[in-house]
């Protein structure tokens, strides 16, 4: 590190803290020690410190804004000692580390672990026995339970009861799970979705309102705005949107003798055939009405059909007031639904990924939120086994899902703070195209009945939704092929009705399980029509033009991409994974479309359409028709100009895609790309495991995970016995919680200021060159940069700021965090908050602090392309234009939302040449002829991809 960058980390805040640490671990070292074992409390006695030995090092290129093990670990670790020298349920400090070390989810082999031991003894501190913390065993701890498949396999399986309890026992997930069905018009959460909001399998039963509890299927009185005191039959509790508040939505029950209908009875009440969906908030709940006198005992409902009134019978009246089935059942209880989300995948138990393949089976609670979905600790193991598939093991969950639904499970609720009813019932199962056919016996993507969704016919009507599959429609057919006599009827009707009539124990759940397949949107679009595009179209270029497509790679500016593409997309594109592909398809209708057919660049038109709907963060509802529109003429542009793709089961699941989005919400909350990299947390198990019971190993593994996360989250155990203060702080140390719950740097370090919006960075690396009005930003000093700037006669506002910046102690930084939590670097082009200024898209030049701590952005700003009407000009790929202006202004680093991705719509004067590039091979800088696109930036159009990701 240079002298002037030593300097300056000598004056921060953090050098400071790194001292005091130091120096209070080492007064402290000899003081926490447990009497019984001898094993070390503090793990600052693990620190030899002799100054004249130990040298730090700064190298080049850090900054204080790097993480630091002592600052946010060792610190936190003295404090926690000072409040609490224990660490129960373990013997002290030392004992939990090195029990965590072992039980993480990357485990260490043998050979790493002796070694660990025998420095920690060399070091002469005083170790438990690496087999006594293997075998120590954590107070509640729910063993994996050992089942046979039907073939006499046996495997070992981690009940998703005890796994239900560990998560509502802790707090952040209890607080954070969503207990009722939300009603919007823009879709973000699987809960937002018309499956949780229609079917009753998936309502919360009850509330408590004013200390009563109501139940689903009860009358109560309130005051209607309208009618007055009334009485309503709720159906349903719901939030609203955003609106903490609960509503009910319920049947209005009027009294005959209020509207003097004319009826024989005047104590008969009316239910009016169209006022079904009724509002009011549930703290308008009176009362409940509970005696015989005050329940409605005789009903008639208008009938507009026959335009005369409609007795209801003494069985249809009681049908229609029977209590909900849980309230018996709840004595006492609140009522809580958490519906579940299966996982289904296969995996190789080795690094090579070619043998000895796993099933496996996972779940996780529909009712987080995206963002702690995705992470892996509420990714939950069930089973797996190199033995037998995932139908094998279906058994037990089968069983234990019907279970959950039926008679639901007592839980304590950190949330609520009591004991409570959980109800779990199947919300989706998520998985790959040939495993979803598998589960519901369907033949598979080679039959004729290709589809699993509906009747649809490979050779008659790939491009049609024919008639919905159901789950009793294919028990009738199943039973239709068995009562065949020859195999060859049988086999004449598996290929008429598209299943097979094996035995299925998830047939049995109470969900509808065709209903619970949503389109997998990873492995149909990217990894299948994506690929088998690329597929069709790479061969047929000539070198000359790949040479090309690398060049316009290579010049595509990746400002707001999430990752770049990695390899040569022109040769290695089979090779290519899925974010591979998702990188591609946001820049290949800009790269490909010179070396397109007119079909072919229709089709890939419309296949990035289909991609940006695949991949939207959010779904309207009002949009649903439109989109699925998008996706019919993606298929019938398929048949037109690649009518070989079309016999593609892939192809015709997209015609289901948007019904899938309005029953789950956008794809995402269904996409099995986080709950897939969970396999890699299978794989590792296996690979350090002795491979002589891999079943057993791995569930054991991951029930112990799952047990020490609840211990030391202060889940209760033993009848309310929880850890201590000290394991709770080691646990959500940052180290801890980046070794054990791969959490990311962002969240670990929040509470610094490098981690917040409008926030100047200086990260490592060199910032990419890049020009704005002739000028090229390179690592100039600021008062350079600047002068350059003002010699290009920008806006007398500019001149003026930029004026007052140069006259006083300035510092310039590479990139903001922006709005969004987003580092965006300098070159980027950017979108802005409309409150702060006129434009709503820019170019971020540099950012600049000033010496009051004042962060400044210096903007180029793009002006629309509008038509004479004043709708916005788009190009041929539906991308609306922009011109980048010769207007500069500041902004206030926190005016800037996130980092968007402009297109530079290339003229004539923009050439593909051979240019001479250096590159490093074998440690030495070797010049090579490429193909490069120079772009000429005097040609200001641009284009905003649409297809971009955000």
Same mark, same amino acid.
């Given at each position: 590190?240079?002298?002037?960058?030593?300097?300056?980390?000598?004056?921060?805040?953090?050098?400071?803290?790194?001292?005091?640490?130091?120096?209070?671990?080492?007064?402290?070292?000899?003081?926490?020690?447990?009497?019984?074992?001898?094993?070390?409390?503090?793990?600052?006695?693990?620190?030899?410190?002799?100054?004249?030995?130990?040298?730090?090092?700064?190298?080049?290129?850090?900054?204080?804004?790097?993480?630091?093990?002592?600052?946010?670990?060792?610190?936190?670790?003295?404090?926690?000692?000072?409040?609490?020298?224990?660490?129960?349920?373990?013997?002290?400090?030392?004992?939990?580390?090195?029990?965590?070390?072992?039980?993480?989810?990357?485990?260490?082999?043998?050979?790493?672990?002796?070694?660990?031991?025998?420095?920690?003894?060399?070091?002469?501190?005083?170790?438990?026995?690496?087999?006594?913390?293997?075998?120590?065993?954590?107070?509640?701890?729910?063993?994996?339970?050992?089942?046979?498949?039907?073939?006499?396999?046996?495997?070992?399986?981690?009940?998703?009861?005890?796994?239900?309890?560990?998560?509502?026992?802790?707090?952040?997930?209890?607080?954070?799970?969503?207990?009722?069905?939300?009603?919007?018009?823009?879709?973000?959460?699987?809960?937002?979705?018309?499956?949780?909001?229609?079917?009753?399998?998936?309502?919360?039963?009850?509330?408590?309102?004013?200390?009563?509890?109501?139940?689903?299927?009860?009358?109560?009185?309130?005051?209607?705005?309208?009618?007055?005191?009334?009485? &309503?039959?709720?159906?349903?509790?719901?939030?609203?949107?955003?609106?903490?508040?609960?509503?009910?939505?319920?049947?209005?029950?009027?009294?005959?003798?209020?509207?003097?209908?004319?009826?024989?009875?005047?104590?008969?009440?009316?239910?009016?055939?169209?006022?079904?969906?009724?509002?009011?908030?549930?703290?308008?709940?009176?009362?409940?009405?509970?005696?015989?006198?005050?329940?409605?005992?005789?009903?008639?409902?208008?009938?507009?059909?026959?335009?005369?009134?409609?007795?209801?019978?003494?069985?249809?009246?009681?049908?229609?007031?029977?209590?909900?089935?849980?309230? &018996?059942?709840?004595?006492?209880?609140?009522?809580?639904?958490?519906?579940?989300?299966?996982?289904?995948?296969?995996?190789?138990?080795?690094?090579?990924?070619?043998?000895?393949?796993?099933?496996?089976?996972?779940?996780?609670?529909?009712?987080?939120?995206?963002?702690?979905?995705?992470?892996?600790?509420?990714?939950?193991?069930?089973?797996?086994?190199?033995?037998?598939?995932?139908?094998?093991?279906?058994?037990?969950?089968?069983?234990?899902?019907?279970?959950?639904?039926?008679?639901?499970?007592?839980?304590?609720?950190?949330?609520?703070?009591?004991?409570?009813?959980?109800?779990?019932?199947?919300?989706?199962?998520?998985?790959?195209?040939?495993?979803?056919?598998?589960?519901?016996?369907?033949?598979?993507?080679?039959?004729?009945?290709?589809?699993?969704?509906?009747?649809?016919?490979?050779?008659?009507?790939?491009?049609?939704?024919?008639?919905?599959?159901?789950?009793?429609?294919?028990?009738?057919?199943?039973?239709?092929?068995?009562?065949?006599?020859?195999?060859?009827?049988?086999?004449?009707?598996?290929?008429?009705?598209?299943?097979?009539?094996?035995?299925?124990?998830?047939?049995?759940?109470?969900?509808?399980?065709?209903?619970?397949?949503?389109?997998?949107?990873?492995?149909?679009?990217?990894?299948?029509?994506?690929?088998?595009?690329?597929?069709?179209?790479?061969?047929?270029?000539?070198?000359?033009?790949?040479?090309?497509?690398?060049?316009?790679?290579?010049?595509?500016?990746?400002?707001?991409?999430?990752?770049?593409?990695?390899?040569?997309?022109?040769?290695?594109?089979?090779?290519?994974?899925?974010?591979?592909?998702?990188?591609?398809?946001?820049?290949?209708?800009?790269?490909?479309?010179?070396?397109?057919?007119?079909?072919?660049?229709?089709?890939?038109?419309?296949?990035?359409?289909?991609?940006?709907?695949?991949?939207?963060?959010?779904?309207?509802?009002?949009?649903?028709?439109?989109?699925?529109?998008?996706?019919?003429?993606?298929?019938?542009?398929?048949?037109?100009?690649?009518?070989?793709?079309?016999?593609?089961?892939?192809?015709?699941?997209?015609?289901?895609?948007?019904?899938?989005?309005?029953?789950?919400?956008?794809?995402?909350?269904?996409?099995?790309?986080?709950?897939?990299?969970?396999?890699?947390?299978?794989?590792?198990?296996?690979?350090?495991?002795?491979?002589?019971?891999?079943?057993?190993?791995?569930?054991?593994?991951?029930?112990?995970?799952?047990?020490?996360?609840?211990?030391?989250?202060?889940?209760?155990?033993?009848?309310?016995?929880?850890?201590?203060?000290?394991?709770?702080?080691?646990?959500?140390?940052?180290?801890?919680?980046?070794?054990?719950?791969?959490?990311?740097?962002?969240?670990?370090?929040?509470?610094?200021?490098?981690?917040?919006?409008?926030?100047?960075?200086?990260?490592?690396?060199?910032?990419?060159?890049?020009?704005?009005?002739?000028?090229?930003?390179?690592?100039?000093?600021?008062?350079?940069?600047?002068?350059?700037?003002?010699?290009?006669?920008?806006?007398?506002?500019?001149?003026?700021?930029?004026?007052?910046?140069?006259?006083?102690?300035?510092?310039?930084?590479?990139?903001?965090?922006?709005?969004?939590?987003?580092?965006?670097?300098?070159?980027?082009?950017?979108?802005?908050?409309?409150?702060?200024?006129?434009?709503?898209?820019?170019?971020?030049?540099?950012?600049?602090?000033?010496?009051?701590?004042?962060?400044?952005?210096?903007?180029?700003?793009?002006?629309?392309?509008?038509?004479?009407?004043?709708?916005?000009?788009?190009?041929?790929?539906?991308?609306?234009?922009?011109?980048?202006?010769?207007?500069?202004?500041?902004?206030?680093?926190?005016?800037?939302?996130?980092?968007?991705?402009?297109?530079?719509?290339?003229?004539?004067?923009?050439?593909?040449?051979?240019?001479?590039?250096?590159?490093?091979?074998?440690?030495?800088?070797?010049?090579?002829?490429?193909?490069?696109?120079?772009?000429?930036?005097?040609?200001?159009?641009?284009?905003?991809?649409?297809?971009?990701?955000?």
């Amino acid at each position: 590190m240079s002298e002037s960058n030593l300097e300056r980390h000598f004056g921060t805040e953090r050098h400071r803290i790194l001292v005091e640490s130091l120096s209070h671990v080492s007064k402290e070292q000899n003081q926490h020690r447990c009497s019984e074992e001898g094993f070390i409390e503090d793990v600052g006695a693990g620190f030899d410190r002799n100054d004249e030995d130990c040298q730090y090092t700064y190298e080049d290129g850090c900054s204080d804004e790097d993480e630091s093990v002592i600052e946010s670990d060792v610190v936190q670790l003295a404090r926690s000692l000072e409040r609490s020298s224990t660490c129960k349920p373990f013997p002290n400090l030392l004992f939990a580390l090195l029990y965590i070390l072992i039980h993480g989810p990357h485990p260490m082999g043998e050979s790493n672990l002796s070694f660990i031991w025998f420095m920690l003894q060399s070091a002469g501190h005083s170790v438990p026995s690496l087999s006594k913390v293997r075998k120590f065993l954590l107070p509640g701890f729910v063993p994996s339970l050992k089942f046979l498949s039907p073939d006499r396999y046996p495997f070992y399986y981690n009940s998703m009861r005890s796994t239900l309890s560990s998560c509502l026992g802790k707090r952040k997930i209890a607080r954070d799970l969503t207990r009722y069905p939300v009603v919007t018009s823009i879709y973000k959460e699987v809960f937002h979705g018309k499956r949780w909001n229609t079917d009753p399998r998936f309502f919360t039963p009850m509330i408590t309102t004013n200390d009563i509890p109501v139940f689903l299927r009860e009358c109560v009185a309130f005051s209607h705005p309208q009618f007055g005191m009334t009485t &309503a039959f709720i159906v349903k509790f719901f939030q609203k949107g955003d609106d903490v508040e609960l509503y009910f939505e319920g049947d209005l029950l009027l009294d005959a003798r209020q509207f003097k209908i004319a009826v024989p009875d005047s104590t008969i009440y009316f239910l009016p055939v169209n006022t079904r969906i009724l509002f009011g908030r549930t703290e308008q709940c009176i009362s409940l009405i509970t005696s015989v006198e005050q329940k409605p005992t005789d009903i008639v409902q208008w009938e507009a059909a026959t335009d005369s009134f409609k007795r209801f019978s003494s069985e249809e009246t009681a049908q229609y007031l029977s209590p909900h089935p849980f309230k &018996a059942k709840a004595a006492g209880r609140r009522v809580v639904t958490v519906p579940l989300v299966l996982f289904s995948d296969d995996t190789s138990g080795n690094k090579s990924k070619k043998w000895h393949k796993f099933e496996s089976w996972s779940f996780m609670l529909a009712g987080l939120p995206r963002n702690l979905n995705a992470k892996h600790e509420n990714i939950h193991f069930i089973c797996c086994s190199d033995q037998m598939d995932a139908l094998g093991m279906s058994g037990p969950i089968a069983d234990e899902l019907t279970g959950l639904e039926m008679d639901g499970i007592e839980v304590y609720d950190a949330y609520l703070n009591e004991q409570v009813l959980v109800i779990a019932p199947l919300l989706c199962i998520i998985c790959d195209n040939p495993q979803a056919s598998k589960l519901v016996n369907h033949l598979g993507g080679s039959a004729n009945k290709f589809c699993r969704f509906c009747m649809a016919d490979r050779d008659t009507s790939p491009c049609l939704v024919c008639e919905e599959r159901s789950l009793q429609q294919s028990l009738q057919q199943m039973e239709i092929i068995r009562s065949q006599r020859t195999e060859a009827l049988r086999e004449q009707h598996r290929t008429l009705y598209g299943v097979r009539e094996v035995s299925n124990p998830l047939l049995h759940v109470p969900s509808d399980l065709y209903r619970c397949l949503p389109v997998e949107v990873l492995h149909i679009i990217p990894l299948g029509i994506c690929k088998a595009f690329l597929k069709d179209v790479m061969p047929k270029l000539s070198p000359t033009q790949k040479r090309e497509v690398l060049a316009r790679i290579r010049a595509f500016n990746h400002s707001g991409f999430k990752v770049k593409i990695h390899g040569n997309v022109c040769y290695h594109y089979q090779s290519f994974v899925g974010r591979d592909y998702k990188a591609w398809m946001q820049m290949a209708i800009f790269i490909l479309s010179p070396y397109l057919s007119n079909g072919q660049l229709i089709v890939l038109v419309n296949l990035s359409k289909v991609f940006q709907i695949a991949y939207c963060s959010f779904f309207e509802l009002s949009k649903a028709e439109a989109w699925h529109q998008i996706c019919v003429d993606f298929v019938h542009s398929i048949r037109d100009f690649m009518p070989k793709m079309l016999r593609k089961q892939k192809v015709h699941y997209i015609l289901h895609l948007v019904q899938c989005m309005q029953d789950y919400g956008p794809s995402s909350s269904f996409c099995a790309e986080r709950p897939e990299s969970f396999n890699s947390n299978i794989r590792m198990q296996n690979i350090f495991g002795n491979k002589q019971a891999p079943s057993r190993d791995i569930a054991v593994h991951f029930a112990v995970i799952e047990h020490l996360r609840f211990v030391c989250e202060g889940g209760y155990y033993n009848d309310k016995e929880s850890c201590d203060i000290g394991l709770h702080d080691l646990y959500y140390s940052n180290q801890v919680q980046r070794f054990l719950n791969s959490a990311p740097s962002k969240e670990l370090n929040a509470h610094k200021a490098i981690y917040t919006a409008a926030t100047a960075r200086m990260p490592s690396g060199a910032c990419d060159q890049f020009m704005f009005l002739k000028v090229t930003i390179t690592e100039l000093g600021v008062e350079s940069t600047l002068e350059q700037i003002l010699k290009m006669d920008p806006p007398y506002d500019v001149i003026v700021h930029l004026g007052s910046l140069m006259d006083g102690k300035l510092q310039q930084f590479k990139a903001v965090m922006s709005h969004t939590v987003e580092l965006v670097h300098a070159g980027n082009y950017i979108e802005l908050d409309p409150p702060f200024c006129e434009f709503k898209y820019g170019q971020l030049l540099t950012t600049i602090k000033s010496e009051a701590g004042h962060t400044y952005c210096l903007v180029q700003g793009f002006e629309a392309v509008e038509q004479p009407d004043g709708q916005p000009l788009v190009n041929s790929f539906d991308c609306p234009l922009y011109y980048l202006s010769r207007k500069l202004f500041t902004v206030d680093s926190s005016a800037i939302v996130r980092a968007v991705s402009m297109v530079h719509e290339c003229g004539s004067s923009c050439k593909l040449q051979d240019a001479e590039l250096f590159q490093n091979v074998e440690r030495e800088e070797m010049a090579t002829m490429q193909c490069v696109l120079k772009h000429d930036w005097t040609l200001p159009l641009f284009c905003y991809n649409v297809y971009c990701i955000l």
